[in-house]
C-alpha cells in the first residue's frame, strides 16, 4: 500500500507559478510511475503529466506541455509538477497518482493523493 500525501496549490494570477509536491508515506516511490490529472467543475478527470519509475521519462498533455514540469527525487520520495505561465483554465482540483506502469489513463493507477485545488484567476 502507497499513500500519497500532496502539497502546494492555492489561488495564483494568470500568467503565474505555482508547484505541486506528492510524497510517498510510509513506503517508497521506487518502482512506481507516478502521474499527475486534474478534475475541474462538471469536467471528466484528465491527463495532466506522468514520469517514469526512475525519472528518465516524462511525458505531458498537449494542453501544458511547455508550461509544466514533472520530476521526481526517489531519495526524498517526492513527485513535483512545477506550473508556469498558467491559465484560467488550469483551475482544477489536482491529483497524483502511483502506478506500476506510466498511463495516461487515471483507470491504470492504484493510488491517489486526497487532491489540492489549483485556481487561476484572470
Known amino acids: 500500500q502507497v499513500q500519497l500525501v500532496q502539497s502546494g496549490g492555492g489561488l495564483v494570477q494568470a500568467g503565474g507559478s505555482l508547484a505541486l509536491s506528492c510524497a510517498a508515506s510510509?513506503?517508497?516511490?521506487?518502482?512506481?510511475?507516478v502521474g499527475w490529472f486534474r478534475q475541474a467543475p462538471a469536467r471528466e478527470r484528465e491527463f495532466v503529466a506522468a514520469?517514469?519509475?526512475?525519472?528518465?521519462?516524462?511525458y505531458y498533455a498537449d494542453s501544458v506541455r511547455g508550461r509544466f514540469t514533472i520530476s521526481r527525487d526517489n531519495a526524498k520520495n517526492t513527485v513535483i509538477l512545477q506550473m508556469n505561465s498558467l491559465k484560467p483554465e488550469d483551475t482544477a482540483v489536482y491529483y497524483c497518482?502511483?502506478?506500476?506502469?506510466?498511463?495516461?489513463?487515471?483507470?491504470?493507477?492504484?493510488?491517489w493523493g486526497q487532491g489540492t485545488q489549483v485556481t487561476v484567476s484572470s
Open positions: 497518482a502511483a502506478a506500476n506502469y506510466v498511463s495516461h489513463y487515471d483507470a491504470s493507477y492504484n493510488y
Open positions: 510510509e513506503r517508497t516511490f521506487v518502482g512506481y510511475a
Open positions: 514520469v517514469s519509475w526512475n525519472g528518465g521519462s516524462t
